[in-house]
């Protein structure tokens, strides 16, 4: 077990968040690049949460936080979009002993024969407290992990309207908040949440950090969230 493992008991409902790949560094050991990926630790449970632009980054970020790829045993991408999914092969050279949930009818991914591949449509239950909003509007999933607070939605770009990001997630428990890309969603949509973690691709990131300040947590590639 690295370094970089929290202990976590079986079945617990404390989640930790250390974002590997975004548009800034959090840790400036870090590379920045246009793209997010986040190893999410939850329930017992190691998850990649896509895999950003670059394999060489990926790993060497992930060399860089002292995240052994050999420890990760999920994958989960949220769409089909380049800086989701172009280190995903450079990933599976070093550790094809992964799960992988992919959205339904993505054509622009190819794994290798081996690998469990799971392909989601609606929403539903991956793991204990682990769920997928299934894909929404014919372009991207978003996680939900369950914790001692509510749900916390792991989201890639935020393509849909967060409105239906929000209902898919509702269905699991009481969506305490957000963490990942926001692209153009409105201030206005987040209100409800407590806690409100925006990166990569968000479009409003100072609106919503400046309406938000006292729920509001930055990102950048090292940054690392208890929750």
Not at 129 to 135: E, L, R, V
Request: aromatic fraction near 8%; include cysteine.
């Amino acid at each position: 077990m690295g370094p970089w493992m929290r202990v976590c008991v079986e079945g617990g409902d404390i989640m930790k968040i250390t974002i590997i790949y975004d548009n800034t560094a959090w840790n400036n050991e870090l590379k920045a690049d246009w793209g997010f990926s986040c190893l999410v630790e939850a329930h017992g449970r190691n998850i990649l949460f896509d895999t950003g632009t670059k394999g060489n980054i990926l790993l060497y970020n992930m060399e860089k936080l002292k995240i052994d790829p050999k420890e990760i045993e999920e994958i989960f991408i949220s769409h089909a979009h380049f800086d989701h999914i172009g280190g995903l092969q450079a990933f599976l050279e070093v550790n094809n002993d992964v799960d992988i949930w992919l959205p339904h009818r993505i054509p622009d991914i190819v794994v290798s024969e081996g690998k469990n591949v799971v392909e989601v449509r609606t929403p539903q239950k991956l793991r204990e407290g682990i769920y997928s909003t299934g894909i929404l509007e014919e372009i991207e999933q978003s996680m939900c992990v369950e914790t001692d607070k509510g749900i916390i939605i792991v989201a890639g770009c935020s393509h849909p309207s967060f409105d239906n990001i929000i209902s898919a997630a509702s269905k699991f428990g009481n969506v305490y908040g957000v963490i990942g890309g926001l692209h153009g969603t409105s201030p206005g949509s987040l209100e409800g949440l407590r806690f409100i973690g925006a990166t990569h691709c968000t479009q409003h990131k100072e609106s919503i950090k400046n309406l938000y300040k006292d729920r509001y947590v930055e990102g950048g590639a090292g940054r690392v969230i208890e929750i």
